[in-house]
């Protein structure tokens, strides 16, 4: 399914088998979560994508050739972050998530909303097992970007989760698997989520525009919403940290400086790291991680991505690719 120009939408193609470069390995693809990002890229909300593109960053497939990291038949899980360059000062540092010339699977390469995919195999994971290939293509990105935003938010006891969408729903169970106290907030009325938000262990969920019972000690925003900055600030106490989780985020209102005083920390979180991969794929088993998915075939990746954007999806979509 092919992204020929950014808001108009997929269409299925024919493309030609890409050579495979060294290191690189070809995958049979069985899933492919959908991501928020995949509709802001398609929306256009992210700009310069290669084009035409394949959309696709939460990859889960078996060994078909190439690369020696894998053997063949092997399942292999391909998540955002493709290729760093390994030199600059950010990649040298151990913060290759912000190296500049940095690219994406979905985004500046093809993915995995296809029969096969393609990828450096530096960059892939080994899929743990007690994972069904639907439920282990929402931790490769989701997941990911959810568990970094947890381990940056510090060490709160008390943690509010705005948008209870396919990332936290994974982060919440990992935070009530630390011992923390999760309080959810989703779209005003959504009875689905803030169900689901209760169901996995929060001990409240309501309205984003709503306050929370009581004081949050951290916040992670994961809706591509900048309203929901000034209210976090205000959800948490003194000390407190807000991360901004989202590649994207509409225009953040300006709020008056009390609302970040009293050493509250306000910052992004930005793409991953290997590392933060191998950490959570060695964690989710143990918990052990439950996701709930809502599945689709390849060639209803549209549907997928405007059910996505309607708010229409309990925990995660992913799209199945038949043989």
């Known amino acids: 399914m092919v992204l020929e120009a950014q808001g108009k939408p997929l269409v299925e193609r024919e493309l030609p088998r890409p050579e495979l470069q060294p290191g690189q390995v070809r995958l049979r693809v069985h899933t492919c979560g959908v991501c928020r990002t995949d509709l802001h890229i398609r929306d256009g909300e992210l700009p310069g994508p290669k084009l035409p593109l394949v959309l696709g960053h939460q990859i889960v497939g078996t060994t078909i050739e190439g690369g020696a990291a894998f053997a063949a038949g092997q399942r292999v899980g391909v998540p955002w972050l493709g290729w760093t360059c390994g030199e600059c000062r950010y990649c040298r540092s151990g913060r290759e998530n912000l190296c500049h010339r940095a690219r994406f699977t979905g985004y500046h390469l093809d993915g995995g909303y296809a ?35 947890l381990v940056l938010a510090g060490d709160p006891g008390r943690i509010g989760l705005y948008g ?3 990332s936290a729903h994974i982060v919440a169970q990992v935070a009530r698997s630390q011992g923390r106290r999760v309080f959810a907030f989703t779209r005003d009325g959504d009875d689905a989520a803030q169900s689901l938000a209760r169901e996995l262990g929060a001990e409240w969920a309501g309205d984003s525009s709503m306050q929370p019972p009581e004081e949050l000690d951290a916040a992670i925003i994961f809706a591509p919403v900048g309203r929901l900055v000034p209210a976090a600030l205000r959800a948490v106490g003194k000390g407190g940290s807000v991360v901004c989780a989202g590649i994207h985020m509409s225009d953040i209102p300006s709020f008056p400086y009390e609302l970040l005083w009293g050493e509250r ?38 549907r997928a991505l405007d059910s996505l954007r309607a708010g229409r999806i309990r925990g995660a979509a992913v799209l199945v690719v038949e043989e």
């Open 164 to 166: 209870f969408g396919a």
């Open 115 to 149: 029969a096969e995919a393609v990828a450096d195999e530096r960059y892939c994971f080994e899929i743990p097992e007690g994972f069904a290939d639907a439920q282990a293509a929402p931790l490769l990105c989701a997941g990911l970007i959810g568990y970094r935003s």
């Open 265 to 302: 920390v306000l910052r992004s979180v930005a793409n991953l790291t290997r590392r933060d991969g191998k950490d959570l794929l060695a964690l989710a088993p143990r918990i052990p991680v439950r996701t709930m998915v809502q599945t689709f075939p390849l060639a209803e990746a549209e």
